[in-house]
């Protein structure tokens, strides 16, 4: 049995935009994919990184506490105590920076990642689907006005 050129062209065209459909719902599916992925790796690391300055700080200020108790016991008070002090504030300091800097280097790591597997996913234009849709019935009408010729391969009138 053979369908009218019509029929045909309109089974190209519905066949070929359901194919777009899916393809651009599954694209559209892997870029939430990746999104939440690279969402739940900045939490991650922002909660890593959050525990560590935690727990550097608090080791500052136990060491800090028992210099002074230290200070306090044996009677030291004075420039030479305040320096150690401040050494120790600044050694704080400086293991915040750092924890905020790999911090930094670590949400960039996370962002590329994700700029690179959002780049490999495939997603069909409106102009695109326009084409395919329209060369599919061009081929459908091609197929039911002439099925010797398709065969063939020849889609052009004699």
């Not at 991650?44 to 959050?50: D, I, N, P, R, T």
């Not at 044996?74 to 050494?87: D, L, T, V, Y």
């Not at 400086?94 to 996913?121: K, M």
């Not at 234009?125 to 197929?143: D, H, K, M, N, P």
Request: glycine share 6%.
């Amino acid at each position: 049995m053979c369908l009218p050129a019509p029929a045909l062209a309109a089974l190209s065209i519905a066949t070929t935009a359901t194919r777009i459909y899916a393809q651009n719902e599954s694209a559209e599916a892997q870029q939430d994919l990746i999104s939440a992925q690279a969402d739940a790796e900045r939490r991650e690391s922002l909660e890593a990184a959050e525990e560590d300055l935690g727990m550097r700080i608090k080791a500052a200020r136990e060491l800090r506490s028992r210099m002074r108790v230290a200070a306090g016991e044996s009677g030291a008070q004075g420039a030479s105590f305040a320096a150690a002090i401040n050494q120790t504030i600044q050694d704080q300091d400086s293991a915040s920076a750092a924890v905020a800097n790999q911090l930094s280097f670590t949400q960039r790591g996370v962002n590329d990642r994700q700029a690179s597997a959002l780049s490999q996913v495939r997603t069909v234009s409106g102009l695109e689907a326009g084409l395919q849709i329209a060369t599919a019935g061009a081929r459908g009408l091609a197929v039911g006005r002439r099925p010797e010729d398709a065969k063939a391969g020849r889609t052009s009138d004699r």
